[in-house]
């Protein structure tokens, strides 16, 4: 099981964020959380940086919030990495990001396989570098086996590309008597998106202050708990994590329904 104390750079903890950390574990646990990662730009702008700087220390940030996920017993964390929409950036700051994987994944990857997590990833695989491809797929072969906290990366994804996709191979399987189009419903359908092996996100997070989906798990967010905070991403740490999800622990998730105490 994973050192707390490795949670914090200087080895140590602190005791008010400890016992909160303790407190949370006590309750429901967000089985499935999904992060949008904004504000890399944002914050190296604020230092006189080039934005990929933010994009490296935003980097770092990945790796302690896995830590501490792991660490809470959350079952997934799903972390936008790079959209669909992306590429239309600078072609210097693209090639930046297409080779974060590799370094992030070429120092973490051990300390991955020894806390027993699982990488995966959603998004169109084929228009992605073959560098970066090659990581993500050592990555996802290293760790295939273990158990504990799935560790997705949503690479190359745009959620309206993944539910045209999805529609296509439903109406293809309907074509060839695969598929009864009578037993089309949300169960069956969703096994069709890219996340067809994970739950559905209990929790959304964005940072940066910005408050939209950005084209990011339209369907899979139908029910989410949404959590918002002005903090960019390279800001984001251990405390900002527990805040989310003892926010998500106090919220009453009705479904449509409601609560028996208002019935």
């Known amino acids: 099981m994973l050192n707390i104390k490795k949670l914090w750079k200087n080895g140590k903890t602190n005791e008010n964020l400890d016992a909160r950390i303790e407190s949370v574990k006590r309750q429901k646990m967000p089985k499935h959380i999904a992060i949008i990662m904004d504000g890399n730009g944002r ?21 302690k919030i896995t830590r501490l996920a792991n660490h809470l017993g959350v079952g997934a964390l799903t972390l936008y990495a790079f959209s669909t929409e992306n590429w ?11 080779k974060l994987p590799e370094e992030f994944l070429g120092t973490f990857l051990p300390e991955l ?11 169109h695989k084929e228009h992605l570098p073959k560098h970066t491809l ?3 797929e ?16 949503a690479l190359n994804y745009g959620s309206r590309a993944e539910i045209i996709e999805a529609v296509r191979d439903v109406l293809i399987d309907v074509k060839s008597g695969i598929m009864d189009p009578n037993d089309i419903n949300e169960s069956s ?18 940072t940066s202050g910005e408050i939209r989906l950005s084209n990011f798990m339209l369907w899979q967010l139908a029910y989410s708990e949404f959590w ?16 989310a999800v003892e926010v998500f622990q106090n919220r009453s998730r009705r479904y449509g329904g ?6």
């Open 43 to 63: 914050w190296a702008k604020k230092r006189s940086l080039p934005r990929v700087a933010g994009h490296h220390e935003g980097m770092k940030v990945v790796r």
């Open 189 to 206: 359908f969703a096994q069709y998106l890219m996340t067809s092996d994970l739950e559905d996100p209990d929790l959304l997070i964005r």
């Open 228 to 243: 918002f905070t002005d903090v960019l991403w390279p800001d984001f740490d251990e405390e900002h994590l527990i805040q």
């Open 138 to 153: 050592k990555a996802m072969e290293a760790t295939k086996h273990n158990t504990g906290l799935v560790l997705n990366f």
């Open 88 to 98: 239309k950036r600078p072609k210097l700051e693209v090639e930046f990001l297409m």
């Open 134 to 136: 090659a990581a993500i």
């Open 258 to 263: 409601i609560n028996s105490e208002e019935s």
């Open 113 to 123: 396989i020894e806390e027993n997590v699982r990488v995966t990833m959603v998004g």
